[in-house]
């Protein structure tokens, strides 16, 4: 048998052609439907993560890009090299195209500040869930935040971003609390849910995963955090004390 037609099952492997792809797809919709998920809902997922598994590829590929061991020459490691190049090259269209799929036509900056306001949907308020809940419990093993309040002080905390922020939120929130980790261990300490600090009052959102959210957004775009904040008619003493218990604690208590 030629070498290009062999079935990938011949080499261990099971094959996985386009109706069985789309077939996983479909399944995939239907369950998450019975469990609430909007269609449109879900195929913004299903394609964030196809853009994600071909990104993963374009980094395999990369990887690749040296000629193996033994190979006859520089004239067949240039060539190899240039093909390894030309396939990332396609594979980042491919994973721009599953991106646009996702969420449309890429607008707003990347680097996450929203010009202009994009209306914030529910995926996008479970994602940041998703996300900052286990960075959360590393510093805090409670939450006692309201779960309505919570996803009224992530629609706001989102509101600062565009689109294309909202999709790479959780490496963004990831990039801010680790070489703040000292800081955050100082602050859920004194100010949190294992503190004398009681949930009501002004140190109230140091006692939902919602903080870290709000406090990478203090940092990060105070002024576009505050308009976002009155916007959804949020208290200001929450923002303003969380604000006090990151300037506190910025160093030891002595």
Known sequence: MRRDTIDTAEMGRPPLDPASVLN???????????????????????????AGAVVDAHDE??????????SEGPPYGAGWHDGA?????ELLRVAERALERAIGP????AGGTAQGHHLVGR???????VAVTPLYLAFSATSDL????????????LGTMSVVGRVGYAGQLERFTEPHRQRLDRLYARFGPGSHIAVHGRYSL????????VLERLVGAPEA???EWERAELPPAWLEGLATAWRASEAPAG
């Open 146 to 157: 309201d779960p309505e309040v919570s996803d009224e002080v992530l629609t706001a905390v």
């Open 123 to 129: 995926v996008d308020v479970e994602r940041a869930k």
């Open 24 to 50: 996983a797809k479909n399944t995939l919709f239907e369950l998450l439907g019975r469990a609430g998920v909007f269609r449109g809902e879900a195929e913004e997922l299903i394609a964030l993560v196809e």
């Open 206 to 213: 140091l006692h939902s995963p919602t903080s870290i959210a």
């Open 61 to 70: 590929a990369g990887k690749a890009q040296n000629a193996p061991a033994g």
């Open 85 to 89: 190049r030309a396939v990332g090259d």
């Open 106 to 109: 890429a607008s707003g900056s």
């Open 225 to 227: 955090l505050r308009a």
